[in-house]
């Protein structure tokens, strides 16, 4: 076995795909030290600059004086602390619903609902661009995994009209994590009725970002339905760690009773679900951080405008600057790297072939005089590369 893993380890650094880890010291913040150098960085999720908000801090500080750190056994044994009931309540309110069930990752809720919801009868039917997440959590439910080309509903609907599974899920991230594009909710959800499917919105990139006061995709689009499975990341916008899942009462109380990754494991700290409380708070009392955001946006939108490389069609914090060729877009990030600013690339297999970009993502706690450097570097950068 360690031949083979040798092996192919030796594959993957010839095809110059070797990844390596930099390490972070500090806070996750705009300005921020990776391996000892000093960055400006657009790479994070933090896309509105909560990780570092004082009153998330110290709300977590004073949970953790009262409560302690760990939470000690699973949800269904005694881990379920008030806190997390406080915060699955204060965040299903804050995209219309009454109740919400709290996983430790995104990653794992998924896992759980899919998992939980279909079997071999059923069928999943998925955007080919979907979070790698979401097509694991197909082949782990055994149902049968269906992908179509990126968003294009034409397909989705064949696939539809011919299936004989017992149960439809359709699931599709709610904006795409590599190109920052947004699914088109309300086709989705007609044709969701039409063939009697649900859908699963992943709104790990559209939660505190999306709709009014960041209330996520929902609310973007102003819909609401019972065939809808809302899942939202909590260690993006929100600041944090973690995810939580909302949708029809029947679905929830099913998903407590049997997603595996919700019963079999341990209750994240109460403290981060004090810090998720104060997230809603700040997302409602601070408006400005999200509607800065929307203005960067439009910023970097507006001013980056380059020859060689263009800016994907994205209206989300996830603005992705197309290279194709993956050499070179890791060139160029290293030709970033160099004057102080870091963008990684991010190159197949996370994205199809020559498709290589950079993913820029922007954040409120950016400034718009930073988004200026960024846009002055890849001029430079393009003047010296392309
Ligand atoms: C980040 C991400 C996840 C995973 O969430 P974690 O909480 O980081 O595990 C799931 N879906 C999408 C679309 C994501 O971008």
């Not at 994205?351 to 200026?372: E, F, G, Y």
């Amino acid at each position: 076995m360690l031949k083979q893993l040798q092996a192919e380890l030796a594959q993957r650094a010839k095809s110059g795909l070797m990844r390596q880890r930099r390490v972070l010291s500090g806070a996750q913040q705009p300005e921020i030290d990776l391996d000892g150098q000093a960055l400006l960085a657009f790479a994070s999720n933090d896309y509105l600059g909560l990780a570092h908000h004082p009153q998330l801090i110290q709300a977590t500080q004073q949970a953790l004086g009262q409560v302690g750190v760990g939470a000690g056994a699973s949800h269904l044994i005694n881990g379920h602390h008030a806190l997390h009931e406080q915060a699955e309540k204060t965040l299903a309110a804050f995209v219309g619903y009454p109740n919400g069930l709290l996983f430790s990752t995104g990653y794992m809720a998924n896992l759980g609902i899919v998992s939980a919801l279909l079997g071999r009868e059923d069928a999943l039917f998925a955007d080919k661009l979907n979070h790698a997440c979401l097509n694991d959590a197909a082949i782990l439910s055994r149902a049968s995994f269906q992908r179509y080309a990126h968003q294009d509903l034409a397909a989705l609907e064949r696939l539809l009209a011919n299936s004989h599974a017992r149960r439809k899920l359709v699931a599709v991230d709610a904006v795409f994590s590599m190109d920052g594009d947004i699914a088109d909710v309300p086709r989705l959800l007609a044709l969701c009725e039409q063939y009697d499917a649900y859908l699963l919105l992943d709104d790990a990139h559209g939660f505190g970002v999306l709709g009014q006061q960041g209330r996520g995709i929902l609310s973007h689009f102003s819909v609401s339905s019972e065939r809808i499975i809302y899942m939202a990341t909590l260690g993006k916008a929100a600041g944090v760690a973690g995810a939580f899942v909302a949708a029809t009462p029947v679905i929830m109380e099913y998903l407590m009773q049997f997603a595996r990754t919700y019963v079999y494991t341990t209750a994240t700290p109460p403290a981060l679900a004090a810090a998720l409380i104060q997230s809603v708070a700040v997302m409602q009392q601070e408006p400005q951080r999200q509607q800065h955001l929307i203005d960067l946006i439009a910023y970097l939108k507006q001013h980056c405008v380059l020859q060689h490389w263009h800016l994907m069609p994205s209206d989300t914090a996830i603005q992705p600057l197309w290279v194709g060729d993956a050499e070179m877009a890791v060139r160029l990030s290293l030709k970033l790297m160099q004057a102080g600013i870091y963008v990684p690339a991010i190159r197949p297999p996370t994205v199809p072939q020559n498709s290589a970009r950079l993913r820029i993502s922007l954040s409120a706690a950016h400034t718009q005089a930073q988004v200026q450097q960024l846009i002055a570097a890849l001029h430079q950068a393009e003047s010296e590369l392309a």
